[in-house]
């Protein structure tokens, strides 16, 4: 069995329960909410169209994008109200999942309620039914096939959705996309995508029963489907180990260098007897807010990357500089502490193939700017909308003849193919040497450094103990390390597993 496989299927269990207890709770969230708004929305029309364009609304936004909304939203109610609100995490997710849940519901329930034939509803008024006798022993049995249809379809498209709330910090399925994803393991996404699938059909089928049950009449039909979702959903919960009172949240980004890094983190708490969780696949803004506001305890960042998106610098001094002055800065305005640096530089750099940099002549930033109306420009995700782009583009006035952004994986296959000239690539990433491409020099200085930094939460940064178990990271790591490192996981043959790549570097 390879090490991929064996680490995916070590992992899936506890994934598996996570995704279980997401999905399961917006889903019995979006029932408990949209039946109610659907029985008020069948008598009242003035109700019902409003009602279904804010759930139409929801569904018009992408998932990722609705996951990534709620956690500065609930940043600034918690800052607001004093409320101690997690931002990242399960609640972020479930409120986020909740509403994604609702239209299949409300639709199906408002439209299931007001179909029935009206002769029935005379019938039950004629009988003395009152208001809700009627809606409770006539109305909701005849509606619920189709009611139960609508929350059949929103299990479905929840289960889906969750994986994507791994971006936002909380543990689902998505770990094993993500990751594999970017490190090109396929095995982890198969598994993913597989396990994912497979629980989605699972509750589909179990609430098929039910539903079949309920419109053939047939009570132990039905009630063995919800003894079965039951089960599952309580199976869930023993399992689902929330953020227990000291544990260690270990953070990541989305590219290969932090999966290894945080492994390393991870190894060196553990050893030193901390209970740990990751939570990996977060955006820049996210991490750090994430860590000052203590959602996470500890990660890795990069000078400039903190200088100009956290600090709003635009002036590019020294590293040494930029170390200092993001310590002081960063522990006064948020409590977050630079514990120091690893030892090498993962600065942005734009790259071309060698070959292709030879035949036009271009060696610096500023002979790219003559010919970058004829060439194509891949970035990661970030690149472009950050403000390292906006100060290199304007220094040396670059403009492309296409720009797209790329997973940072892809963004590599998009050189090697020849679908791009250019690419934003990261100056420790392995490929580079791999693929023969060439760095551009930056004579204007526009980009600034990016050294790795370790940064420590508000709470961690006054635990002598805990800062004790991380130093030895510090000056540790050099660049050329660091690349082979990388090039461990990113490469086409002989793959390693980022925790094997962090156990390499740990040895030396």
Not at 3 to 19: G, N
Not at 413 to 436: K, N, P, T
């Given at each position: ?34 039946v109610p708004l659907a029985i008020i929305g069948s008598e009242c029309r003035r109700v019902a169209t409003p009602l279904l364009a804010f759930a139409g609304l929801i569904q018009t936004i992408p998932a990722l994008a609705l996951l990534a909304l709620?956690y500065p939203l609930l940043l600034l109610i918690g800052r607001g109200t004093g409320l101690p609100l997690p931002a990242l995490g399960f609640l972020p997710a479930l409120i986020a999942l909740a509403l994604y849940a609702l239209l299949p519901i ?243 750099a734009l790259a071309m193939p060698r070959s292709e940099a030879a035949r036009l002549g271009v060696t610096t930033l500023g002979d790219l700017a003559g010919v970058a109306p004829k060439l194509r420009f891949a970035s990661d995700i970030e690149f ?125």
């Amino acid at each position: 069995m390879s090490p991929a496989l064996t680490e995916s299927l070590a992992e899936l269990p506890a994934l598996l329960r996570a995704h279980m207890l997401l999905g399961g709770s917006a889903v019995a969230i979006g029932v408990l909410v949209g039946v109610p708004l659907a029985i008020i929305g069948s008598e009242c029309r003035r109700v019902a169209t409003p009602l279904l364009a804010f759930a139409g609304l929801i569904q018009t936004i992408p998932a990722l994008a609705l996951l990534a909304l709620f956690y500065p939203l609930l940043l600034l109610i918690g800052r607001g109200t004093g409320l101690p609100l997690p931002a990242l995490g399960f609640l972020p997710a479930l409120i986020a999942l909740a509403l994604y849940a609702l239209l299949p519901i409300l639709r199906n329930g408002i439209a299931a309620l007001k179909g029935l034939d009206p002769a029935i509803v005379e019938a039950a008024n004629g009988i003395g039914m009152t208001r809700w006798q009627r809606l409770w022993l006539v109305e909701l049995p005849l509606g619920a096939p189709v009611m139960l249809a609508g929350i059949r379809t929103a299990s479905v498209w929840t289960i889906g959705a969750a994986t994507l709330a791994t971006t936002v910090g909380q543990p689902s399925l998505g770990n094993l996309i993500f990751s594999g994803l970017q490190t090109e393991s396929w095995v982890r996404v198969l598994v993913g995508c597989g396990a994912s699938a497979l629980l989605a059909l699972s509750v589909d089928a179990m609430l098929a029963l039910i539903e079949h049950g309920v419109a053939k009449r047939s009570k132990p039909l039905w009630l063995s489907g919800l003894g079965l979702l039951i089960a599952a959903m309580v199976l869930t919960i023993p399992f689902a180990r929330g953020e227990s009172a000291g544990t260690v949240i270990i953070g990541a980004k989305n590219f290969s260098e932090q999966y290894i890094l945080a492994s390393m983190i991870e190894d060196r708490l553990k050893a030193a007897g901390y209970r740990t969780e990751r939570r990996d696949d977060l955006g820049s803004a996210v991490a750090y807010r994430a860590l000052a506001a203590g959602d996470i305890d500890v990660y890795v960042d990069y000078g400039g990357t903190l200088w100009a998106n956290v600090l709003g610098r635009k002036d590019n001094p020294p590293a040494t500089s930029v170390r200092q002055q993001l310590n002081e800065a960063l522990a006064r305005r948020d409590g977050v502490r630079v514990l120091g640096a690893l030892g090498f530089e993962n600065a942005y750099a734009l790259a071309m193939p060698r070959s292709e940099a030879a035949r036009l002549g271009v060696t610096t930033l500023g002979d790219l700017a003559g010919v970058a109306p004829k060439l194509r420009f891949a970035s990661d995700i970030e690149f472009l909308t950050r403000p390292e782009w906006r100060a290199v583009a304007s220094a040396y006035g670059l403009r492309f003849a296409d720009q797209r952004p790329y997973n940072p994986t892809f963004m590599y296959h998009a050189v090697a193919e020849g679908s791009a000239d250019v690419i934003s690539a990261f100056s420790s990433d392995g490929r580079i040497a791999a693929l023969d491409l060439v760095t551009l020099t930056d004579p204007k200085h526009a980009l600034p450094s990016y050294e790795a930094l370790l940064l420590l939460s508000p709470a961690r940064a006054r635990d002598g103990r805990f800062a004790a178990t991380l130093q030895p990271l510090i000056a540790s790591i050099s660049i050329d390390r660091m690349r082979k490192a990388i090039l461990m996981v990113d490469r086409d043959a002989d793959k390693r597993t980022p925790a094997e790549a962090a156990a390499w570097l740990e040895k030396r």
